[in-house]
Protein backbone atom coordinates (compact mmCIF):
# COMPACT_ATOMS: atom_id res chain seq x y z
CA UNK A 1 0.00 0.00 0.00
CA UNK A 2 1.58 3.48 -1.14
CA UNK A 3 1.06 6.34 1.44
CA UNK A 4 0.94 9.90 -0.26
CA UNK A 5 1.46 13.54 1.73
CA UNK A 6 1.34 16.72 -0.04
CA UNK A 7 2.66 19.87 0.96
CA UNK A 8 4.04 22.99 -0.36
CA UNK A 9 0.25 24.98 -0.91
CA UNK A 10 -0.21 28.22 0.28
CA UNK A 11 -1.99 31.30 -1.04
CA UNK A 12 -0.36 33.93 -3.74
CA UNK A 13 -1.26 36.43 -5.87
CA UNK A 14 -2.01 36.27 -9.61
CA UNK A 15 1.44 35.33 -11.65
CA UNK A 16 2.90 34.00 -8.61
CA UNK A 17 4.29 30.26 -7.98
CA UNK A 18 4.51 27.45 -6.06
CA UNK A 19 6.17 24.47 -5.62
CA UNK A 20 4.14 21.24 -4.58
CA UNK A 21 5.44 18.25 -3.08
CA UNK A 22 4.53 14.38 -2.86
CA UNK A 23 6.13 12.36 -0.84
CA UNK A 24 5.19 8.70 -1.40
CA UNK A 25 5.85 6.20 1.52
CA UNK A 26 4.87 2.02 1.89
CA UNK A 27 5.05 -0.04 -1.72
CA UNK A 28 5.86 3.36 -3.61
CA UNK A 29 8.22 1.13 -5.67
CA UNK A 30 5.08 -0.73 -7.90
CA UNK A 31 4.00 2.63 -9.29
CA UNK A 32 4.44 3.13 -12.67
CA UNK A 33 2.82 6.39 -12.33
CA UNK A 34 2.59 9.64 -10.59
CA UNK A 35 0.38 12.25 -10.92
CA UNK A 36 -1.16 15.66 -9.75
CA UNK A 37 -4.95 16.48 -10.17
CA UNK A 38 -6.79 19.04 -8.64
CA UNK A 39 -10.46 20.05 -8.00
CA UNK A 40 -11.89 23.52 -7.56
CA UNK A 41 -14.49 24.52 -5.93
CA UNK A 42 -18.01 23.40 -7.81
CA UNK A 43 -16.14 21.47 -10.50
CA UNK A 44 -14.67 18.04 -10.78
CA UNK A 45 -11.51 16.76 -10.40
CA UNK A 46 -9.13 17.63 -13.12
CA UNK A 47 -5.93 16.31 -14.42
CA UNK A 48 -3.21 18.52 -14.20
CA UNK A 49 -0.08 16.16 -14.75
CA UNK A 50 1.60 13.00 -14.74
CA UNK A 51 4.95 10.79 -15.25
CA UNK A 52 5.94 7.99 -15.74
CA UNK A 53 8.31 6.69 -13.57
CA UNK A 54 10.53 4.66 -15.43
CA UNK A 55 11.27 6.96 -18.59
CA UNK A 56 10.07 9.94 -16.75
CA UNK A 57 7.72 10.77 -19.78
CA UNK A 58 5.12 13.74 -18.76
CA UNK A 59 1.56 14.21 -20.39
CA UNK A 60 0.13 17.77 -19.16
CA UNK A 61 -3.64 19.02 -18.80
CA UNK A 62 -4.50 21.94 -21.05
CA UNK A 63 -4.86 24.45 -18.33
CA UNK A 64 -1.19 23.49 -17.55
CA UNK A 65 0.83 23.28 -20.46
CA UNK A 66 3.49 26.00 -20.75
CA UNK A 67 3.10 27.11 -16.55
CA UNK A 68 3.88 23.62 -14.63
CA UNK A 69 6.56 21.49 -14.46
CA UNK A 70 6.30 17.80 -13.41
CA UNK A 71 9.31 16.31 -11.94
CA UNK A 72 10.13 13.57 -9.52
CA UNK A 73 13.15 12.62 -7.58
CA UNK A 74 13.36 8.63 -7.43
CA UNK A 75 15.78 8.27 -5.01
CA UNK A 76 13.62 10.79 -2.39
CA UNK A 77 10.04 9.21 -3.47
CA UNK A 78 9.53 12.35 -4.54
CA UNK A 79 6.84 13.77 -7.01
CA UNK A 80 6.88 18.15 -7.52
CA UNK A 81 4.68 20.41 -9.15
CA UNK A 82 5.82 23.43 -10.16
CA UNK A 83 3.25 26.14 -11.02
CA UNK A 84 4.65 29.62 -12.61
CA UNK A 85 2.37 32.46 -13.74
CA UNK A 86 -0.41 31.27 -11.35
CA UNK A 87 -4.31 32.57 -11.75
CA UNK A 88 -6.98 33.11 -9.95
CA UNK A 89 -8.57 29.81 -11.68
CA UNK A 90 -5.79 27.60 -10.54
CA UNK A 91 -7.23 27.69 -6.87
CA UNK A 92 -8.34 24.29 -5.91
CA UNK A 93 -6.75 21.31 -3.64
CA UNK A 94 -4.13 19.52 -5.63
CA UNK A 95 -4.14 15.84 -4.90
CA UNK A 96 -1.07 13.34 -5.71
CA UNK A 97 -1.94 10.22 -7.12
CA UNK A 98 -0.44 6.75 -7.74
CA UNK A 99 -1.32 3.99 -9.71
CA UNK A 100 0.02 0.99 -11.87
CA UNK A 101 0.52 0.65 -15.27
CA UNK A 102 -2.46 1.17 -17.57
CA UNK A 103 -3.48 1.41 -21.28
CA UNK A 104 -4.87 4.71 -21.03
CA UNK A 105 -3.57 7.99 -20.55
CA UNK A 106 -2.14 8.94 -17.07
CA UNK A 107 -4.23 11.60 -16.81
CA UNK A 108 -7.09 9.65 -16.39
CA UNK A 109 -7.93 9.77 -12.61
CA UNK A 110 -9.36 6.26 -12.43
CA UNK A 111 -6.23 4.21 -13.46
CA UNK A 112 -4.87 5.39 -9.74
CA UNK A 113 -5.16 3.48 -6.29
CA UNK A 114 -3.80 5.46 -4.04
CA UNK A 115 -4.44 9.46 -3.12
CA UNK A 116 -2.96 11.88 -0.77
CA UNK A 117 -4.87 14.06 1.32
CA UNK A 118 -4.60 17.21 -0.72
CA UNK A 119 -3.27 21.00 -0.47
CA UNK A 120 -4.93 24.06 -0.65
CA UNK A 121 -3.43 26.77 -3.52
CA UNK A 122 -5.62 29.75 -3.30
CA UNK A 123 -4.60 32.45 -6.04
CA UNK A 124 -5.99 35.83 -5.40
CA UNK A 125 -6.26 38.80 -7.83
Known amino acids: QVQLVESGGDSVRSGGSLRLSCTASGEASGSTRMGWFRRAPGKEREGVACIYRLGGSTVYGDSAKGRFTISQDRAKNTLYLQMNALKPEDTAIYYC??????????????????WGQGTQVTVSS
Open 97 to 114: AAGRAAVVSCLFANTYNA
